[in-house]
């Protein structure tokens, strides 16, 4: 998705503090421990999905992303919820329906997930490389989201099944956990 001028920290912020751990570190120790430190552009809801997440490389942290929003086994209704939203996008391209579709959270699935999944697997080196189909979801999905005021936040939460994005850095390797 367009970054809107937002750019991570690679690796994230609170990892650097865990890593400094209260006490001064110098640069060199920080690029030996996690390489080169970067700004990456990200989208508000790539950048929810990531946390504090530290991932060696843009396939592991892509791979992080996308897992928000894969089908969850535990809820046997996901599987419907996201051939709903495959349906909602096909009739969108065919005309049939307005950009309405886009208050699903289940359409928002299928796009993150086609273009995360497409550039984990390789089979797209960069959005150019997405189908046509692609482009036009994820340019109206954009649009959609900057409409309204904190709609991208909200619309994390309704992808990935959360109440509420307070987790507890202990809560990054199960956050659906915390609901238990």
Partial sequence: MPNDGKFDHQPPVYILHRFANGGLV??????EHFGQCKLVPCCTICNMGLGAYHGLSDTERRAEIVNWFLEDERFP???LVLALGCRLIEERLQGKRDNEIYEFPGVGRIIYTNALMGLID??????????????????ELADWLRAAPKRKA???????NLESYE???HARSDPRGQFE
């Fill in 154 to 160: 909200r619309y994390f939460l309704d992808m990935a």
């Fill in 77 to 79: 209704e996901d599987k």
């Fill in 122 to 139: 390789g089979d797209f080196r960069g959005p150019e490389d997405f189908p046509d189909w692609l482009k036009l979801a994820q340019s």
């Fill in 26 to 31: 110098t640069k060199k120790q920080i690029q």
């Fill in 167 to 169: 987790l507890l850095p």
